[in-house]
Each structure stands twice: as C-alpha cells, then as structure tokens.
C-alpha cells in the first residue's frame, strides 16, 4: 500500500470517529432542528454523555430524528435519554467483559444498537470473548438477524462463533446469517439450515456487488445538500 | 425455356468431371456446349454485337458518391477564408476549457471507505420520495429517489460511508414511511422502525 493510500484510509477512519464525540457541543448542531425548548435539556444529556466518554454522535442523531420526525418535545428528550442510557449500559458491558477499548465510540454505538434489537448482554459478552480485540457489531447484528428470523439466540451465537474461528471477519458475519435465513425461505427447518451452514462454513455467499451502470448512477450526497 | 439438369450445372460450373453424369445427361452437356459454341462464333455483325457497340459509345454514368468525394478530396481546390481574430480566441477558449474540465467518467470515483447503495421503493402516486437518514443528518433534500417511467417504482443509487446507517422513507414531503425490503430493522425510539444498512466497500 503506497503512502498516499495509508493517509487516506486512517483520514476515513479518523474522520468518522471523530465525529463520534464532539465534545458535547451538541446545540451548535440542533440548534434549528429540534423545538428550542428541548434544547437545554438536549444538551445536558449530551454533556453528560461527553463527560462519561460515551460516544455523543448518536445523541445528536437521536434529537435530529425526532426533530425532523415532527415528534412532540418530552418525548423527543425521552427518547435521547434512553439512548444515552443504552449508551452507558454497552460501555459498563464491554468494561465488564474485560474488552480492551470499553470507550471506543464504534464498539459502544455497535453493542447499544444491537441490544437495542433484542440481542441479550450474556451473548454480547460471548461474542466479545470470541473476537477479542476486534469490531463485535457485525457479528452482533448477524445475531440479531438470525434471533430477528427466530432462530434460538444460544444456537445463533454458536454459528457466528464457528464462523469466526473459520477465518469470517466483519460484515461477513451478516452473509452468516443471510445463508441461514436463505435456507429457512426454501422451507428448511431452523435446526436444519444451522446444520447447512455450519457444514458450508466459511464459504457462505457474499452478496453481489452492484453491476457498472449502478455504480455509474450514483450520487455523491453532496456537503452542499446536507443541512 | 429448358430446363438444364442441376447435375449437368454443376459439371459446366466444373464442380462434376463430365464422367459423372448419365447417358442421357451427357447429351444434354454436349447439346449445352454445341449451343456455345455456336454463340461464340456469331460474326461481328451480329446484332448483339452492334449493341454493345452503342452500349460503349454512350457516356459513361456518373460515378458513385464515394469515388466523387474522393476525387473531390485528391483535386486542388481554391478556399477563401476570412478570419476575425476575436473569433478565434474564443475558438481557442472553448479548446482550452475541453481539455481542462475533466469528463464524466464511468461514475463516482470511490474511496476505499465508500459503498453503493441502491434504494427502491413502491409509492404509486407518489409526488416525491426522499431518503432520510443518519447519512443525511435525518434532514430530507439530499437523497431524492427518482420515478422516471411513472409506474410508481422509486430509485435511487447513492455513495455512502462504509458501515451501519439507519433510514426511513419519506413520501411527498410527510409521510415516513419504513423501508419494506430493508430486511434489517431497529426501534427508532418514537413508535416506528427505521430500516438498517451496512454499506460494504465496493473494493474488495
């Protein structure tokens, strides 16, 4: 990899992360986009948040939604706050599963949204015992998918563990999961399509890339276009 | 008109040798060759002969368009050309502006962080269809689907950021509306869903 190409790569991750915490100077940002009346409160949240060293970005996020969502104020601040407190409660978990960087603002997001989607701490803290060290989200959201599609939470965690001893890393985790609810569709039982995918492991399918004239369609969401 | 056997053809064409053919069929060949030869004897009086005489007396027709330009495109021609110099510079403007302003390439030059993500969705009668989301800052105006044929199918192909981003639909302005065929969704904390995205890297 040349020079020029290691810069830009830590650029985009540097970027992305640093726009997990912004240090609390969440009005700067609502101001405009949410009633002004939620807006003490709102900042108070996400001060407290910055002081906790939670990521504040998905605060931010949450009170924009709701502000553009039209959504009545008190609910709008509870709705920040729970997400905050979903915040803290996937912090004290990494921490107490012993994960190196319990404060990593991609780690903590990744882990609240997934228990937000119903995946339980004793299989988050499992899956973080099985990737030590690396990103667990994927791999949480492919248990999610699977738990989503009814699949046993236990057996859920299993696969995507086998998967991850196989050599599967990151957003590959979630083709674990998609060939798992491929065989469901075609009318296999939920015991039956863990089986066909433990056996296939780790040459589950990768899902096709986009053909040329998509890519020579898109559109960059232009700075300009964003508020 | 008689009708001359195909396998006696193929020997005048010289595909056959003359051993080939039947009794009856060598006759026909010897009559075929009696008959040309008496054809090749005609005196020059003939009236075929006088014919092609006129024919090659008549001048000659025009030639195609083809052989006249390139006749026209091997001759000498006298060209005038009255030259304003303003006209000029301008002309060389225009060249200078062509080969400086880069041409639309095959889409989007991606970074190695960035993914493409398709979104469809049925909205028949639907005046307008954004996509919202946190790649948006949830504000609509920047993702706009497109329904060019008018059957109510939305679409829209975007560039975004590697990794998780959640999105809702937003029909005529006001209605939000979540992504059916997202597949993946999360509680949005005010009573609906919003649709969940992993964008991948487009370079492997």
């Known amino acids: ?227 | 008109m008689t009708h001359i056997d195909p396998q006696v053809h193929r020997v005048l064409d010289g595909e056959l040798p003359a051993a080939a053919l039947t009794a009856a069929q060598r006759e026909q060949l010897e009559a075929l060759q009696r008959a040309a030869r008496t054809l090749a004897a005609v005196p020059p009086s003939s009236v075929a002969h006088r014919v092609m005489a006129e024919v090659r007396r008549t001048p000659v027709a025009p030639a195609s368009l083809g052989t006249r330009l390139l006749q026209w495109l091997g001759e000498r021609h006298a060209v005038t050309i009255t030259f304003r110099p303003a006209w000029g510079l301008a002309l060389a403007a225009a060249l200078a502006a062509i080969a400086i302003i880069p041409s639309r390439g095959p889409g989007p030059a991606l970074g190695e962080q960035e993914g493409i993500v398709q979104f469809v969705g049925r909205f028949p009668g639907a005046r307008s269809v954004d996509v919202v989301g946190s790649f948006t800052d949830w504000q609509p105006g920047a993702v706009v689907l497109r329904d060019e044929d008018h059957d109510g199918i939305w679409r829209g192909t975007i560039v975004l950021p590697v990794g998780q981003h959640e999105y809702m639909f937003v029909v005529d302005g006001e209605r939000w509306v979540t992504d059916p065929l997202a597949g993946r969704y999360v509680d949005d904390g005010f009573g609906r869903m919003n649709a969940l995205l992993f964008v991948r890297p487009l370079t492997p």
């Open chain 1, 1 to 227: 990899m040349t020079a020029i190409r290691l810069i830009a790569l830590l650029a985009g991750l540097a970027a992305p992360l640093a726009a997990q915490n912004d240090g609390g100077r969440g009005g700067d940002r609502l101001a405009g986009h949410v009633p002004p009346a939620t807006l003490p409160a709102l900042d108070s949240i996400v001060e407290d948040a910055a002081r906790a060293g939670l990521p504040t970005e998905p605060l931010i996020q949450k009170a924009l939604e709701g502000g553009a969502k039209g959504v009545a104020p008190d609910r709008l601040v509870a709705a920040v706050g729970a997400s905050a407190a979903q915040l803290r409660s996937a912090s004290a978990l990494l921490r107490s599963a012993g994960e190196s960087r319990p404060n990593d603002p991609a780690e903590v997001t990744a882990v609240a949204v997934a228990l937000s989607r119903g995946v339980s701490p004793q299989q988050v803290a499992r899956l973080g015992a099985a990737l030590p060290g690396e990103p667990t989200g994927p791999a949480l959201h492919a248990v999610a998918d699977l738990v989503g599609h009814g699949f046993a939470e236990d057996s859920s965690v299993d696969l995507v563990i086998a998967g991850a001893q196989l050599g599967l890393r990151g957003l590959r985790f979630l083709d674990v999961a998609a060939a798992a609810v491929q065989e469901l569709q075609r009318g296999s039982s939920h015991a039956a399509a863990l089986a066909h995918v433990r056996a296939v492991l780790p040459h589950v399918p990768a899902p096709p890339r986009p053909a040329p004239a998509a890519v020579s369609r898109a559109r960059r969401v232009q700075p300009s276009q964003r508020p």
